[in-house]
């Protein structure tokens, strides 16, 4: 009884404090926030300029993250809305609405008027009623230098047999918030967490709201036992049941003026309901322990629902803070979630079978009459690219290319099944990213977008990848990116004061005409070939010159000599062992 009475205390003192946070967050962001407030109101009113539904197929989205993808429920489509991209200068928001068509491979953007604002970081869930609902909830607006941000407590539906967008204006929800999670369970959605920032403070959140779909009103939850810690960017699904999962995410706190301590949190939770999803039903947290293999602590992580009872989470980021900087260890990897054994396990592809039959039946039976339509379907008579994750000691993550000539190649990688089985995964893998964007149709998971990093550089992407997780056999490129080809502008004092409307709402055209200069202007890039018989150390000192330059221009002119150089090698290293 004791400890039970401290623990009640110990909540109550915590609650008090978060209180009195959120007051402080809220005076010094409201200044802010009113700042913002104009800028979203001017887009708005551009927004209600558009009096009908046009829907024009078109190339891929610009590059973003921190979108939704969300499936249909009814057709085979693909539901893309807003996220945000950062040229180095300039951050964009967007609150375009794109559908992708699975059957089709194609893109079509749909223009509906009077649409939410721009945003990213924000939360969508879809229903079936009514030929489909997709549902959005919060995110948040950041002003072009990213120093200043507003976040949405907003309520949304998009309709979309009818294609119209409705606000739902409901007392009682959530604060405002960015990070947070969302899930429709049985005729609710159910909100948890997030964080809420200004220029100088922050605050995280553990608090629990549920919508109900019927009555259309917001109540606030509370949860007996113990619940996780105020944390955003969660993994958070629902069971056949009825109940919750929460595991995972990331949060930060005040050591003393000025320095900031990251959480990576890996616990995890069951929210659970003891009636049938109605508003005055008692919840209850407890602590789950499952077993498995479990993900390596990561924060950026994507999340979907996978077919069998499962949850599976995909990429992220781990952080590693030094003196100066912060490096961070990019994954490119899936673990799944039983949710009925309470079984973590990562997602390991199994290979196309008909490589597996190859293997089996040996070289001799590559030869036969019958094989040759194999080979071909497995093998581009085109050029193959090839792109490498290359790892220097310190932990910068530098991403190279590999053009070979098809025919010539296939004949080298026959006779080694090894270097064969290491070029047909590179050739599929997504590279490594956090903040991706994904859905699952038909029991295929596809990602699209997110970011990395190499040293103060990002590169966010627009590619689109999918996998069968029936299968698991192996990853198929659906929306191919160059990274290298997008535009990088170094951070200028003089480009602050710069006009706002004009930075926020052009960025996919300037991204979209900057990717297509640079490929025009850099074409297929050609490494310096590896000579018959020529030993690492020859190779390196032959054309070392040739790779800092590389690294240089990837890393920009600020980066550290030394840093430099050991990318360089790391590098030619890889391209070396790949060539011999």
């Not at 999340?303 to 980021?317: K, T, Y």
């Not at 193959?384 to 290359?390: D, G, Q, T």
């Not at 360089?568 to 062992?577: L, V």
Request: glycine share 10%; charged share 30%.
């Amino acid at each position: 009884m004791g400890k039970k009475g401290k623990r009640e205390k110990k909540g109550k003192g915590a609650e008090k404090t978060a209180a009195k946070m959120e007051k402080k967050v809220s005076r010094r962001a409201k200044k802010e926030e009113e700042d913002l407030e104009a800028l979203i109101a001017e887009f708005q009113s551009l927004d209600a300029k558009k009096t009908q539904v046009i829907e024009s197929s078109c190339p891929p989205p610009s590059p973003r993250l921190n979108g939704s993808l969300s499936a249909h429920p009814e057709k085979d489509e693909l539901i893309l809305f807003g996220g945000e991209y950062f040229n180095g200068q300039k951050t964009y928001l967007y609150n375009e609405l794109y559908v992708y068509n699975i059957r089709k491979n194609s893109w079509s953007k749909v223009e509906i008027p009077n649409p939410p604002p721009r945003r990213c970081a924000h939360q969508a869930a879809v229903v079936p009623t009514a030929g489909g609902q997709l549902w959005v909830f919060g995110g948040e607006f950041a002003s072009p230098n990213g120093e200043q941000f507003y976040h949405y407590k907003d309520l949304w539906v998009l309709h979309l047999a009818t294609k119209t967008w409705e606000q739902i204006k409901a007392s009682g929800g959530p604060s405002g918030r960015s990070g947070h999670r969302m899930v429709a369970c049985k005729r609710q959605l159910i909100v948890f967490g997030g964080f809420h920032e200004s220029a100088r403070d922050y605050i995280y959140y553990n608090d629990v709201y549920a919508f109900n779909l019927d009555s259309f009103t917001w109540s606030k939850l509370v949860p007996s036992g113990i619940g996780p810690a105020p944390r955003s960017g969660c993994q958070m699904a629902t069971t056949p049941e009825g109940s919750i999962i929460i595991y995972g995410g990331y949060s930060k706190q005040r050591i003393k003026k000025d320095v900031d301590k990251g959480t990576l949190h890996t616990d995890m939770f069951l929210l659970k309901t003891e009636g049938a999803g109605k508003e005055e039903d008692k919840w209850a947290w407890s602590r789950l322990n499952p077993s498995g293999v479990k993900p390596t602590p990561r924060s950026g992580f994507s999340v979907a629902i996978g077919p069998n009872n499962r949850s599976l989470l995909f990429g992220g980021v781990h952080d590693e803070e030094e003196e100066e900087s912060i490096e961070g260890d990019f994954f490119n990897d899936i673990y799944f979630y039983d949710m009925g054994k309470n079984r973590w396990f990562p997602g390991q592809l199994k290979g196309p079978k008909s490589e597996k039959r190859k293997r089996r039946r040996g070289r001799q039976a590559e030869a036969e009459g019958d094989e040759d339509e194999d080979t071909e379907n497995q093998h581009p008579q085109g050029p193959v690219e090839i792109v490498k994750e290359v790892v220097a000691e310190d932990g910068t993550v530098m991403t190279i290319k590999q053009v070979i000539s098809g025919p010539a190649e296939e004949k080298e990688r026959s006779e080694s099944e090894e270097e064969e089985d290491g070029a047909l995964s590179q050739q599929v893998e997504p590279c490594p990213r956090s903040n991706a964007m994904l859905a699952v149709k038909h029991g295929i998971l596809y990602v699209y977008g997110g970011m990395f990093e190499v040293g103060d550089r990002q590169f966010t992407l627009s590619d689109l990848y999918s996998v069968d997780l029936h299968k698991m056999e192996e990853w198929k490129v659906l929306v191919e990116m160059d990274p290298k080809a997008q535009e990088w502008l170094e951070e200028s004092e003089s480009d602050e004061e710069e006009d706002d409307t004009e930075g926020a709402e052009g960025g996919e055209e300037e991204e979209e005409s900057s990717e297509e200069e640079s490929e025009d202007e850099g074409g297929e890039e050609q490494h310096p070939s590896v000579q018959p018989d020529e030993k690492h150390e020859d190779y390196l000192s032959r054309t070392e010159q040739y790779w800092i330059k590389l690294a240089r221009s990837n890393m920009g002119p600020d980066a550290k000599e030394k840093k430099v150089v050991k990318v360089a090698h790391a590098m030619a290293k890889t391209f070396y062992e790949d060539s011999v």
